[in-house]
């Protein structure tokens, strides 16, 4: 007598039902990563500029410390947002524009901020571990910037060409109009 299974495998997984996306349409494996390492420099920046007690001229520690800890929580938002669901809820239409000039201001503010900051500091330890950890979330958002230029082009731009601006019918109606003539 043969035995048959009363359970065969007839449920496949559904991959919309997993809270995380990755990779999605906004957010690929390597860009994902490059994130999470943007999300622990500017937190481990963050913290070391916070171990600081005391400073000399404070402006240029309070600038960075803004910076830092805007990097850490925009960034690891962001990162939430783009590898779930919860970017279809907020209402926003256009993420690849919004990624690349989130990532590019904060890239150029965490740059200037560490510049700053390395420049006026009394040279103690964690100061100069801070600003260390501080060129390197820079790198990391840069790193980040080229890659999903690399990966998708200039999100105001298609196929890496300039949108017609000048009222002209769109490629694809032109394309239409071609065909009926």
């Known amino acids: 007598m043969a035995t048959t299974e009363v359970y065969s495998t007839t449920t496949v997984s559904n991959p919309k039902t997993s809270w995380c996306m990755v990779p999605s349409t906004h957010l690929d494996k390597i860009r994902f990563l490059v994130k999470i390492g943007e999300v622990l420099l500017s937190f481990v920046a963050f913290i070391l500029e916070e171990v600081v007690n005391s400073c000399i001229s404070c402006g240029s520690l309070y600038f960075f410390e803004f910076v ?7 960034t690891l938002l962001l990162l939430i947002l ?26 150029v503010l965490f740059l200037l901020s560490s510049i ?23 790198v990391a958002f ?16 298609k196929d890496g060409k300039q949108e017609s601006s000048n009222g002209g019918p769109a490629p694809a109606e032109q394309e239409r109009l071609r065909t009926q003539e």
Do not use: M
Request: with cysteine; charged share 15%.
């Open 82 to 107: 783009l590898s779930t669901r919860l970017h279809t809820k907020v209402g926003i239409d256009c993420w690849p524009k919004l990624d690349v000039i989130y990532t590019g201001g904060i890239a």
């Open 68 to 74: 830092s800890c805007t990097a850490f929580l925009f």
């Open 116 to 138: 700053v900051f390395a420049a006026d500091n009394s040279g103690t330890t964690p100061e100069k571990t801070a600003v260390a950890f501080g060129f390197l979330a820079t």
């Open 142 to 157: 840069i790193l980040d910037l080229i890659l999903h230029i690399k990966s998708k082009g200039l999100p105001w731009t």
